[in-house]
């Protein structure tokens, strides 16, 4: 499995922007696809996730504001940013969980970096 992240960018308070995840591997063999982030000094934090059934979930701060989904057919995730604000500047990372024989995988593409200027 190998991830392959785009679409970040510098953008002003408000914008908006959306990144994309191609999977080499079927996303229908994932249990979960999504985007972490993280800025230095903190955690990585799940930002947004969805399962090979299209279940969603979402952190709270950006409950509303962002929309993740997912093109079967290109194997590849979106996440659809709106209403961008400064503290959504970080480091966004695509991941993906595969789930075999008991045994849990976790996947991660490059960085993408996501700047939202005040």
């Known amino acids: 499995v190998q991830l392959q992240a785009s679409g970040g960018g510098l953008v ?3 914008g ?4 994309s995840c191609v ?3 079927s996303i229908f063999g ?3 696809m999504g985007w972490y982030r993280q800025v230095p000094g903190k955690e990585r934090e799940l930002v947004a996730r969805i ?3 299209g279940i ?4 709270d701060s950006v409950k509303g504001r962002f929309t993740i989904s997912a093109d079967n057919t290109k194997n590849t995730i ?3 940013m709106g209403g961008l604000k400064p503290e959504d500047t970080a480091v966004y990372y695509c991941n993906a969980e595969q789930r075999m024989a008991g045994r849990t995988y ?3 593409g490059q960085g993408t970096q996501v700047t939202v200027s005040s």
């Open 78 to 80: 979106y996440l659809q």
């Open 106 to 108: 976790m996947y991660w």
């Open 16 to 19: 908006s922007l959306r990144l």
């Open 51 to 53: 399962t090979d059934r």
């Open 12 to 14: 002003q308070a408000g």
């Open 23 to 25: 999977n080499s591997a």
């Open 30 to 32: 994932m249990s979960y």
């Open 56 to 59: 969603t979930d979402y952190a």
